[in-house]
Nanobody, 122 residues
């Protein structure tokens, strides 16, 4: 089993910044991918930013956050961060950390954090 602990959500005014963090622990043999998703009320969950194992081109971002959000990681302790700048009301959502773990390769299992609320409002 793998556990994910998230932190860093909250209420911020438009144009503000927040930083989310997520640490994975437990039986982690090899990570397939690790990243952030979000789900706004009445909408489907969408990928925000992700690191993919073997992805030589760096992380991937949903188009709407490019240039504003930055995902980073500390490989040694299975931690990722999401720095969110220039926040907009449409970024309001519950943000979920996700890790996909090979158990073992090629079987990949998804694990999810509990979610953290991000609200952008004046």
């Amino acid at each position: 089993q793998v556990q994910l602990v998230e932190s860093g959500g909250g209420l911020v005014q438009p144009g503000g910044s927040l930083r989310l963090s997520c640490r994975a622990s437990g039986r982690i043999f090899r990570i397939n991918k690790m990243g952030w998703y979000r789900q706004a009320p009445g909408k489907e969950r969408e990928l925000v930013a992700v690191f993919t194992n073997g992805g030589g081109g760096g992380p991937d971002y949903v188009e709407s956050v490019k240039g504003r959000f930055t995902i980073s990681r500390e490989n040694a302790n299975y931690t990722i961060y999401l720095q969110m700048n220039s926040l907009k009301p449409e970024d309001t959502a519950v943000y979920y950390c996700n890790v996909a773990v090979f158990e073992p390769w090629p079987t990949s299992t998804d694990y999810w954090g509990q979610g953290t609320q991000v609200t952008v409002s004046s």
